[in-house]
Nanobody, 126 residues
């Protein structure tokens, strides 16, 4: 059974850091992404990491997190991490990881991902 479990969310102050984890059970996924949904807004893409070959990965970031967030993966643990630095109140939301076994380029659209976690809450106070 495929399962994605997020952890690491919490309440922090502006300027603080958090590291989110997404642990996957089941097959190896080619691309794992983080989406987030702020209160009253639609869910949006934040970052993704795609495996190009055994040792090469491609990371993608939306403009608003570029330079502050870093995505990485530990294949031995089937876990993807999202290191979030310099957090602002605009980063507040539910962060969900999503995964696909699709080979090749995967974009930022939700429909491209077959599997989803339940989400973890990130709250940044000003």
């Amino acid at each position: 059974q495929v399962q994605l479990v997020e952890s690491g969310g919490g309440l922090v102050q502006a300027g603080d850091s958090l590291r989110l984890s997404c642990t996957a059970s089941g097959p190896t996924f080619s691309t794992i992404a983080w989406f987030r949904q702020a209160p009253g807004k639609e869910r949006e893409f934040a970052s993704s990491i795609r495996r190009l070959n055994a040792n090469t990965y491609y990371a993608d970031y939306t403009d608003s997190v570029q330079g502050r967030f870093t995505i990485s993966r530990d294949n031995a643990k089937n876990t993807v991490f999202l290191q979030m630095n310099s957090l602002t109140p605009e980063d507040t939301g539910v962060y969900s990881c999503a995964a696909t076994q699709r080979i090749g380029a995967v974009g930022r659209r939700q429909y491209e991902y077959e599997y989803w976690g339940q989400g973890t809450q990130v709250t940044v106070s000003s």
